[in-house]
């Protein structure tokens, strides 16, 4: 099954329109989320993920974020592959939402 991408502004009208709680997984590394990360997010590192897959919720939707779109689609890849139906990749990571929808985000 492909990995379903979205926008930023995609994401953001999903989560306000959806009747299901929508969760932005932060898959970036530590460093990265300090110095910029979305608020009400999630974060668990990429190399982390797999030592915490029992903390998530495999009915739950969530939209995978790194830096620019890469990393996530990895991960969206590999929750899907452990039975997570709702994942989706936010393509062009944080970097497109600072440039697109939120130019006040630090940007590196």
Known sequence: ???????????TKLRTKSAQPVTILDVREPWEYERVHLPDCLHIPMDGLRDRLDELDREQTYVILCHHGN??????????????????????????????????????
Do not use: C, H, K
Request: hydrophobic content about 45%; proline content about 8%.
């Open 71 to 108: 990393r996530s689609l990895q991960v969206a890849a590999f929750l899907q592959s452990r039975g997570f139906r709702n994942v989706i990749n936010l393509a062009g990571g944080i970097e497109d939402w600072a440039v697109n929808l939120d130019p006040g985000l630090p940007r590196y």
């Open 1 to 11: 099954m492909p990995i379903r991408s979205l926008t930023p502004r995609e994401v």
